[in-house]
DNA sequence: GACGATAGTTCCATAATCCCGAACTGTCGA
DNA sequence: TCGACAGTTCGGGATTATGGAACTATCGTC
């Protein structure tokens, strides 16, 4: 259960931020983990057509722009948003992006 | 005063919005543009470290991204947002950003 | 008009980054 | 012990970013 190292919360830049969103199978990722925290890689990933060692790259983008966190959990790693300190350290970003990702991401082919 | 090549409203994506954001530079760009429209190019990018190749590099994936429009005036470009499309196109997502990239951008040593 | 200065772009070679198959690590269940 | 499973790492091919040098187009001046 011991988490991955991750960025602290001061040293979040926005730019690292929006380029990690600035991907459409990151983007359909962070909407799927905010959605319901707690669920594994695999299980976010599903019906999307990545090969893994692509995933696995994207959430170690996504981990260390500070956008999730990542624990060890067995053979899983299990995925936290790290909601808190977003909207502490860039209020009011996150939340219209992700209001709006969910429509686009789903007509654009991508599942 | 013709302007340059842009995408229709209804063709920006979220994703490559985000992208073009997702640069300190551009951050930046976009910022000043924001805060005084109508200047050019030279103008907006004033006391960046940058060489104009890659200024002219990182405007025309602002522009592509749908994020500002070009016209060209005489031997200037210039830069205005694309505020009312983007306000259309994805609400609420823009204004936050630009709010905190501010003082962000100032104290990452930029200029 | 010819000419230099100005504002940007384009070209191109280097550097950095992304993508993904294959091999690897670590854990669970039988 | 032995697969099977969840993910990571490695390696190299493809894509994209960077920036110097050469180029284009326009303005002001003589």
Redesign the interface.
């Known amino acids: 259960m011991r988490p991955l190292p991750q960025p602290p919360r001061e040293s979040l830049?926005?730019?690292?931020?929006?380029?990690?969103?600035?991907?459409?199978v990151r983007?359909e990722l962070v909407r799927r983990a905010w959605a319901n925290p707690e669920l594994t890689c695999s299980v976010l990933a599903d019906g999307l057509d990545v090969p893994m060692s692509t995933l696995s790259n994207h959430w170690r983008i996504l981990r260390e722009a500070g956008l999730i966190s990542m624990t060890v959990d067995g053979r899983h790693r299990r995925i936290r948003p790290r909601a808190d300190d977003l909207h502490d350290r860039?209020?009011?970003?996150l939340?219209?992006?992700l209001?709006?990702?969910t429509a686009?991401?789903l007509n654009?082919g991508l599942l």
Chains 1, 2 share one sequence.
């Open positions: 830049t926005l730019a690292s931020v929006l380029h990690a969103l600035g991907d459409p983007l860039f209020p009011g970003v939340d219209p992006i209001r709006l990702g686009e991401s654009t």
